[in-house]
């Protein structure tokens, strides 16, 4: 009898170990990220930093037009502050400069994307829109628009006005591509000019990639608009 006990005791600590390690494993698996993409090119964007708490600063690398690496967050009900690291003009000691601070976007799960930019001062400004497999699930586009300005789109089998910010997506439609190749479709957007006409400012085509999701980012360059995708390639199983 005792000899059952002891190994059922050993059995039952086994068995808590294993599902300690599941659950720390999905824990990890789970933990809330997010993604920093640079709108333009500024001079402190290699001097960006994380700061998880006031002396846990992790670097960021800020991309222009692309996705950076993904960043785990303290957590979701914190806000995303973003510092600048120097030195104490008094010490010499290193020292993290918060430089812009973002809330996590409302009800975002898991994953939110960070964008970075500078305004007409040259302040770093941060924005972030939920970037969650919900909001913008694989074989899907979705408008970013920075512009300020409601314009026209017309992207598969959505056609009407796109509004200043992010957009729901839009599903990729049906492409007849040949094997081995990756189909393309068509995407149009416009603006209205002082009498109300309709002025295409991009018309060109953007690919449909397997297991693919992508964001169309329309932004201010000057008196025009500069229209970029970015395409992210997520594992089968991520759907």
Known sequence: MADLRRHLTTLLAGATILLSALFARDAIAAAPSFQLVALGDFEARAQLHY???????????????????????????????????????????????????????????????VFVAT?????????????????????????????????????????????????????????????????RFRVGIARRDEAGDAKLVFNGWTEAWPNGRTLLLIRPEGTRLQVRTIVETLPAAAE
Not at 164 to 173: D, Q
């Open 119 to 183: 305004d007409a001062t040259g302040a770093i400004r941060a924005t972030a829109i939920d970037d969650s497999l919900k909001v913008l699930p694989v074989g899907t586009l979705r408008v970013v628009n920075f512009s300020g300005e409601t314009l026209l789109g017309r992207i598969g089998a959505f056609e009407g006005d796109i509004p200043p910010g992010p957009r729901p997506a839009v599903t990729y439609p049906d492409i007849d591509a040949p094997a081995g190749t990756t189909g």
């Open 51 to 113: 700061l998880r708490s006031a002396t846990d600063a992790v670097p960021l690398s800020a991309p222009v037009l692309r996705r950076s690496a993904s960043v785990d967050t303290r957590s979701v009900g914190a806000p995303i502050t973003l510092a600048l690291k120097q030195a104490d003009p008094a010490t010499g000691a290193t020292v993290y400069r918060p430089v812009a601070e973002v809330a996590w976007p409302a009800g975002a799960p898991d994953r939110a994307l």
